[in-house]
């Protein structure tokens, strides 16, 4: 096959100039595109011998080279879609203990807020007794002094009512008399 390949490449120039001499020279057209023709043939023949095997093997390597890329890609998806499916647990699972921190805050704040309303209601309870205490010890303290004055006054009152139906004499025997009782 190497043999006629050569051969042909080698004689496609006689052949041509032979052919267009043995029309006379008339007939240019024709030669020329027999000329053509057979160099486009012979080009063929050539890149099918000598750059089948170089264009094979790059088609090859191209393919090989594609199909390691798409792997590469596939693998880098087939990770990216795990480490989605990890954040998406992730993000379920903080979700769930945000829900649950949430929850027990909202225990926390009620128990809270109950604490403070019962300390706030004892705290009412003992201003209200402590108020009552000092009412009543401000009305006790109140009716002392009016006791107090009423005795006085009725003191005064009798001093005078005395002092009206005892006369001088009599007011000397009463203080004599008390006074021996003192020193007696």
């Known amino acids: 096959m190497k043999k006629i390949l050569s051969s042909l490449l080698m ?5 041509a100039f032979a052919a267009e001499h043995a029309s006379g020279g008339e007939g240019m057209l024709g030669s020329t595109m027999l000329f053509k023709a057979l160099n486009f043939l012979m080009l063929l023949i050539a890149l099918h011998y000598f750059a089948k095997k170089p264009l094979a093997k790059m088609m090859r390597d ?3 080279a594609k199909k390691e890329e798409f792997d590469e890609k596939k693998k880098a998806v087939q990770e990216a879609e795990e480490r ?4 998406k647990k992730q993000m379920a699972e903080e979700e769930s203990l945000l829900a649950e921190r949430n929850k027990a805050a909202q225990a926390a704040i009620e ?3 109950n604490k403070i309303i019962a ?6 309870a003992m201003i209200e007794k402590n108020a009552t205490m000092l009412m009543e010890q401000n009305l006790n303290k109140a009716k002392a002094e009016i006791r107090q004055f009423l005795a006085e006054e009725a003191c005064k009152l009798a001093e005078l009512q005395i002092k009206e139906s005892v006369g001088a004499k ?4 009463l203080m004599k008399t008390y006074i021996e009782r003192l020193d007696g």
């Open 170 to 173: 009599e007011q000397k025997g």
């Open 11 to 15: 004689l496609s120039p006689s052949l």
């Open 119 to 124: 300390e706030a209601k004892a705290h009412a």
């Open 111 to 113: 128990a809270e807020k």
């Open 62 to 64: 191209a393919s090989i």
């Open 84 to 87: 989605l499916r990890a954040f």
